[in-house]
């Protein structure tokens, strides 16, 4: 039972990936048909962050009222939904409208896994887990890519993802009982021996080294964002490349953080959630660095995007990994809900800013803001394990 139940976590995680990468694969065409700017994408970015952020804050208090199983069925179900409304939109409205279930489908989703997994699940389970995710990020622009070759174009590629979610809420529906069994087998064997405590907003931020932890969170998100967003930019700007040149070596950014989590899957119980971190996050500076140097060839550059990715990898399952050990697992679901807030936030408006000071500027400062960035993840982390050991030993 319990392989089958992580199975289905896995496939969930697959299923929040899907819709990601739609709407950046999709706009180029579908801002045409439905009369929208180019920028107005950006509109709905932030509608679905507003919506995640604001069902992260409350899954906490869902889980605990309708359980970790009913809750992952019900936000993939919306998910599918809202995926199936958007391949019916014709005008720029409608996709807003239909943005608020995507949105509180994904960040309910988003928090109550990421929670189980790290209350029951070893650090392994969280790598693989957000590979899970990293999957069905990377297939879903192909399968919008494959539509717009045809005569569906992007209203065919939503319903086929749509459809896709679908069919994966019939098997999160079906999956309820395993959910429940598990809940029972915890209590029994003692896993859940501390009851879950639902904390306001003013307790969460109350807890020691807690606003270490979310900020340092939130930077690393922000490090997560800017190569996926802006490295084409800098690759095409930088050295002079085509477009397509330019895309495809900022995905290698990408591969490189999937791979990292798939390998860091076999280490990780070895080496600890703490070190994970600190790896990652001085592997970045470096690598950093090392896109930093006055070449005229873009190898330096490339090999150093790729870096980065890899130092990224354990970063994100092994912070929230480490949530219930640090603050204690009956506050976890609370402060996870925080913290996938936090995360939403740093992933919405860094790329954003950095725009504005790469307009301003240059788009050569975008490794310098990742190696900043990556400084303050190591000391914020360094400063809440500094918390943590000071309140263990009191």
């Not at 967003?229 to 995905?251: C, I, K, P, R």
């Not at 790729?306 to 679901?333: A, E, M, Q, R, W």
């Amino acid at each position: 039972m319990a392989s089958l139940l992580i199975a289905i976590i896995y496939l969930a995680f697959v299923s929040l990936g899907l819709p990601d990468s739609l709407l950046g694969s999709a706009w180029p065409v579908m801002h045409l048909d439905i009369g929208a700017s180019v920028s107005s994408a950006g509109i709905v970015s932030m509608i679905v962050s507003a919506c995640t952020i604001l069902s992260a804050l409350f899954s906490d208090k869902l889980t605990k009222k309708f359980g970790a199983g009913v809750v992952t069925a019900v936000s993939v179900f919306l998910t599918a939904g809202a995926m199936m409304a958007f391949s019916f939109a014709t005008s720029f409205w409608q996709l807003c409208l239909f943005a608020v279930p995507y949105g509180l489908g994904a960040g309910a989703i988003d928090s109550c896994l990421n929670n189980y997994v790290a209350l029951h699940l070893s650090s392994k389970h969280m790598s693989w887990l957000h590979c899970c995710w990293g999957i069905g990020a990377t297939i879903s622009p192909y399968i919008m890519g494959f539509s717009l070759t045809g005569a569906s174009g992007w209203h065919g590629g939503y319903r086929l993802v749509s459809v896709i979610q679908f069919a994966l809420t019939i098997v999160m529906f079906a999956a309820i009982p395993l959910w429940k069994k598990s809940a029972k087998k915890n209590a029994a064997d003692g896993s859940d021996e501390e009851e879950s405590v639902s904390l306001s907003l003013p307790q969460i931020f109350s807890l020691p080294g807690v606003k270490f932890m979310f900020f340092g969170f939130l930077f690393y998100c922000a490090i997560e964002q800017l190569p996926i967003v802006w490295a084409s930019t800098y690759f095409s700007e930088t050295f002079t490349m085509d477009a397509d040149t330019a895309a495809f070596f900022a995905s290698l950014f990408y591969i490189g953080m999937t791979v990292s989590r798939v390998l860091c899957g076999f280490v990780s119980e070895r080496l600890g959630d703490k070190k994970l971190i600190r790896y990652g996050a001085c592997l970045v500076i470096l690598a950093s660095i090392l896109v930093m140097l006055p070449c005229e060839s873009f190898v330096p550059a490339l090999v150093g995007f790729v870096l980065i990715g890899i130092g990224c990898g354990p970063v994100y399952p092994s912070i929230v990994h480490s949530t219930p050990d640090n603050f204690g697992k009956k506050y976890s679901g609370s402060v996870i809900g925080v913290q996938m807030a936090f995360a939403y936030l740093g992933m919405t408006f860094t790329p954003i800013l950095f725009g504005k000071l790469a307009e301003a500027t240059t788009i050569r400062l975008l490794p310098v803001c990742v190696a900043v960035l990556a400084g303050l993840v190591l000391l914020l982390t360094e400063l809440l394990n500094a918390s943590v050991k000071k309140r263990k030993t009191l």
